[in-house]
């Protein structure tokens, strides 16, 4: 069984920082994409960054700049730092991950999700 755990998230002020932290755990042979998620009331996740086992890096354009993913291949994590935080980033954050337990094919992996809110 693949468990993905963040952590990481809470309040903070316009322009402030925040990194999240997104650990996988159970039986995993290999890890490809991984990719953190946001979602706000009435809306749809939205994708806002992501990373390939080959390090290669996508973000949404609202995000560009300000938002680095990055990946500990050792450890099974993966991070979202967040820099010049504005009230819009405010949303639940959840990270996934394309992840392939021994003797299985890959699957969707989703964490629980960690509030993200920014306000003064």
């Known amino acids: 069984q693949v468990q993905l755990v963040e952590s990481g998230g809470g309040l903070v002020q316009p322009g402030g920082s925040l990194r999240l932290s997104c650990a996988a755990s159970g039986s995993i042979a290999s890890i490809e994409f991984m990719a953190w998620y946001r979602q706000t009331p009435g809306k749809e996740r939205e994708m806002v960054a992501r990373?390939?086992?080959?390090?290669?890096?996508s973000y949404t354009d609202s995000v560009k700049g300000r938002f680095t993913i990055s990946r500990e291949n050792a450890k099974n994590t993966w991070y979202l730092q967040m820099n010049s935080l504005k009230p819009e980033d405010t949303a639940v954050y959840y990270c996934?991950?394309?992840?392939?337990?021994?003797?299985?094919?890959?699957?969707?992996?989703w964490g629980q999700g960690t509030q993200v809110t920014v306000s003064l």
């Open positions: 990373i390939s086992s080959t390090g290669s890096t």
């Open positions: 996934t991950g394309v992840i392939r337990a021994p003797g299985r094919v890959y699957s969707d992996y």
